[in-house]
């Protein structure tokens, strides 16, 4: 580009750049605001935070917050849950998702496609807290329709609420039950993208309905899939607070395996008020999700073979 | 694409720079204009002295005083009438004090963490409750109580005199005047509050609930004949259970009311014992497990997200529980519990009869002044006012005369005909006011009263031999933390009796095991030590 | 695409049917229980359990919950709170992500990390408090249930990614006219994005109806109380109900059905307009994430 055109360009845009800017203010400012004003509490992390002196006026302490947590014996499950659970919800998510969407996609008649992916879709929308009362209704020891089936049938009760060992398996299926409908619907779509002519071509080729899946329609998913596991890994380290606190809430006895980063930061605010800790364990956190964002973003780089990954 | 990525965390350098700068600058200017927006004329330091120079003459002058409005912090939801209620009671307080009354309430499930992010944020209130079994230690180690030493007695003179101030040094902290301690029972002897009519059914008088494996016996005995009754014996408060596996013994916690803390006294001798490891709390464990193994224990409790599980005034189908003597309650729920089941009569034991229970004669409940207020002094007044002033007293405790009570004497009330507790205006005495300023229920049964005449009766309990010890938790802070961490989370499923025999023997060494590792010894050694100290003196 | 007449095919075709008939019965099915359970006798809830049909039909918790005094009015505050926000925040966030979709804005991957770091840093609870009671001053206003949720990042993500999609040329045809980048955003760039915009005003439209933690946070008066909320203390604090009732009409509170017929009632809005946004809301999401 010689100087000349540069000015130009930069004489033509810059009228418009100036309104693009204006109207991207208001966004710009609500972040500044919401999230960057308050990052300033993670020096909180380094202070011994009492209430008469606050954020600014309460001493120093140094490293003790991080020291009381990584010497806590909590440290190693609660990093642990967080992964475990994530790596559940995001396998089995992918899959069950992947999977419907596939099959969906091979239902012919328009209508029944729609009331089916309407019905899957539904639980998407119900809140956290109306799922935990849903689920009371199945898991209650005496009440429940679980307990009610078992007994009818001769079996044993069981109590869930006593038995910390099945309840990844109950937060998976109540995730995929929650949110199977929304990944359908995003794999669907990209199905629906992939340009008739390449099913044409291999029909041409003698492909059966079973073969042109396989050989065409998936590879054409993986991109899809890639980005949204690499989105999905960015946040390995962030707990879903909302669905776990609703559906285990205080219940110690499922701690050892429903206890993740974010339920723990809370219950340590509530029942300490250690507030210099909590903020030690969200840094913890965010600097781990931030490693997590880099590598993922760095895998896709490697994967796709182009100069960019997925986020930047 | 490196640069792109390098460019963004600079600029994100630069924002956190800029966002510490400017917030800095936001909170010092913050800081500077709140206290003359909050109060026009004097500022607030000064109107704690004004207080302070009318000292002499006892009755602080009404005219000379700016009007404020003083905010309250309580558990609970906001009862019926309130607006009215408080219209009324803030025409009296600005007559008296120029203060009206504002209360925030609270939902018992969140009150603990509200507080505690309220007192974090430096929010402006005044005043609130607080109380051991709740988190009075946290809130009092972090700052969240202001000292009130030399405000108390000249502004409260009335409140300060009638608690005594042998009282109130009992309830010192550190040396200083921090939440204003509200007497109410001694201590908590345990009680069973059962259905009379039922237990007359099979043939059970009230002396034949000796021991909680009488109450336990005789449960079994009625949800075996009859499957649609309940026996609902777990804990469903604080204490219970830790109460239960004393039984019969003289007990202390350190400090008092927290139960949650390892280390206290038994028997009134002066070495503390990690109470999770004696052999009495293995085996309210094992009671705990027969009773959850034979129907005696709702097997929900460990799923519900419910504080209040049970409404005592309209469950008809609990036979009793074991829990805190009564303080006045069994007429009313006679009366409430025998419209949905015609008969239906309840009656109370107290199981700890013979033993004198010691105590460090402490409260356990505290209002507690918050260190962002303006005007300590005037809530002070306030206080005074509601201890001293009989007419205000009710209004705030009971609402209005005829929609929400009648007064029977002077010490006594009703509701008016066709309501009850949950339609009138009501707050609890325990949070602002000794008991014996307050009314009891007029319908209060002779046991209610027998039961009260108790509970609060130094005669009956023991002078402890560490009466006047505090505990400072500054040396073991960090195994304080990761203790009350293992606490919490094996506590609750414990004393469920959750399970197995076979696994609650092995989540029960699981727990101790726990324990150890969290430094439990060293909270035992550092008690051990100070209470040691203490008594050399 | 032919129709494939294989017996093989037809197989495949019946059980697909059936597969997906039990999911979706499946997805319905704890809706059922809870809609079954609230016509259900109180009685028989707390004894029998909770099913499907009820044993025993009655309207008697609906009675009870249109006689509770705070659930109009926290549905009022729920409508309201999701309709004003689910505006504003469409607006704020359609303003961002146009910009952002331009790709001759200078510094456009500057703002990008600057709105991606949001998604990993937070500075926790207590800042986030103060600053919002403390020096927004928005504790216990309508407002406080709506500004911190207005701009998500994700939606603006997704919504930057449809407008992407949107080709250049009509955009830049217009430019050439004369339009500015605002006319053209509004002239052109709306009308095109209905889907993308039913997308991301649903997630809006959800968050706030299904939001109870600014609630918990900042609200102190009844009168601000959002359905959500009413929910949780009802489910926390089951004595909660009989005090907001009349209870000398009832002899025993129906206390679960309460809760069973207020959860019918918190879904029943999203029930209701779901199905008629659904089509909008398949395309603008699948557009918009599809492209990353």
Redesign the interface.
Known sequence: MNAKTRARTAKS?L???G??????L???L??F??????????I?AFKNYNFAGG?FGSPWAGFDNFEFFFTSPDLYRITFNTLFLNFLFIVFGTLAAVV?AV??N???SKV?AR?????????Y???????????G??L?S????IN?LLSAIGLDRVEFMNSPGIWPAILVVVYL?KST??GL??Y???I??IN?EY?EAA?IDGAS?FQQIIRILLPQLRP?VL??LILAV??IFYGDF?MIYALVGDNGQLYTTTDVIDTY??RS?RTYGD?GM??AV?LYQ?LM??LM?VLANWISKKLSDEKKG??? | MKK??F??AL??LA?ILATVGCSNG?GNN?DRSSPPAASPEPSATSGANTAVSEDNSKEPSPQKQEQVSLKLLLPG????HYDEVMKVLNEKLTEKIQATLDI?YI????YKD?IL?KL????NFDFYYDGWWQNYAQVLSKGGALDISDLFEKNAPDLYNGLTAAYVDTNRYNGKIYGIPVPGPLEYPMAYIYRADIAEKYGYTPDMFKTKEDVQNFAFKVVGEDK?RIAKLNGEFTGNYQALAFLGMQREYIPSNDFNSPGMLLNNEPKVINQFETDYYKSVLTYANKGYNGGLIDKDSLFS???????A??D??TIGGIGNPSEGSLGDRTAAIS??EPGARFEQVLLEQGTKMVSSFKAGNFTVLSPSSNHPDRVLMLLNLIYADKDIRDTYLYGIEGQDFVAVGDNQYKYPD?L?R??VFQNEWWMVTPWKNARIPATATDTDKASIAYITDTNNFVKSVIAGFEFNPDAVKSEISKVGAVVTEYRKVLESGAGTSAQLESRYAEFLAKLKKAGVDKIIAEKQRQIDEFLKK | ????KSVS?RL??SI??L???V??????V??L??LG?SFEAEQN??????A?IPKHFTLYSYETVFQLNSVMQSFLVSVTVTVIGTLSALL??S??????S?R???FR???????????????????????I????LLKDTLWVLI??Y??N?FN?FVLKSFFETIPREIVESA?IDGA???RS?LNIVIPLSTPGLATIGLFYA?AY?????LS??FI?S?KLMPV?LL???M??????I??QI???KF???P?NGV??AT?II??GP??LV??YI?KY???G???G??K?
């Open positions: 845009l009228p418009g750049q309104t693009l800017y204006l109207m991207a208001p966004g710009i609500f972040f605001i919401f999230s960057y004003l308050p990052m300033f509490g993670v909180l954020i419907t099959l969906l091979e239902i012919r029944s009331i089916f992916q309407t019905f899957i879709f539904f639980p929308f119900i809140s956290w807290i109306v799922v935990s009362l849903f689920l209704t199945f209650s005496e009440r429940g329709i009610q039950w409908g929304y619907v995003i669907l779509a990209a629906t993208g008739p099913y029909r309905r899809t980005i949204l960015g946040r909302g930061v809370f605010l507030i909590t903020s969200g965010s999700g931030f964002v997925v986020l930047y | 792109v990525f460019k963004s600029l994100l924002v936001k913050a939801d906001k009862p019926q925030q939902p018992w499930d969140s509200q992010v974090a944020a430096g929010e649609s997200k419910s504080t209040v599980t049970t409404d005034n309209t008809a189908k419209k949905i066709g009850d949950t339609k | 695409m032919v129709e494939h095919y495949f075709n697909n049917y597969f997906f008939s999911i979706g019965i499946a997805c319905l704890p809706f229980i809870v359970s809830l707390k004894e029998a359990g909770f499907l704020v966030t303003l961002l992500a146009y910009p952002l331009q001759e804005m200078k991957s500057l703002i990008l990390g600057y709105v991606l770091i949001t998604m990993l840093f937070s500075g926790g609870l207590v800042p986030w408090y103060i600053l009671t403390k020096y927004l500004v911190p207005l701009v990042p603006m430019r500015g980048h605002f955003f959800l109806w299904n939001d109870w933690w918990l946070n102190e009844d959500q929910l949780k203390k489910i926390s604090n089951l004595t909660y009989s005090s009349d209870t000398s002899i025993q509170v206390a809760q069973m959860t918190s879904i999203i029930f779901y199905p659904q809301f398949v395309k999401l699948t557009i994430s599809v990353g």
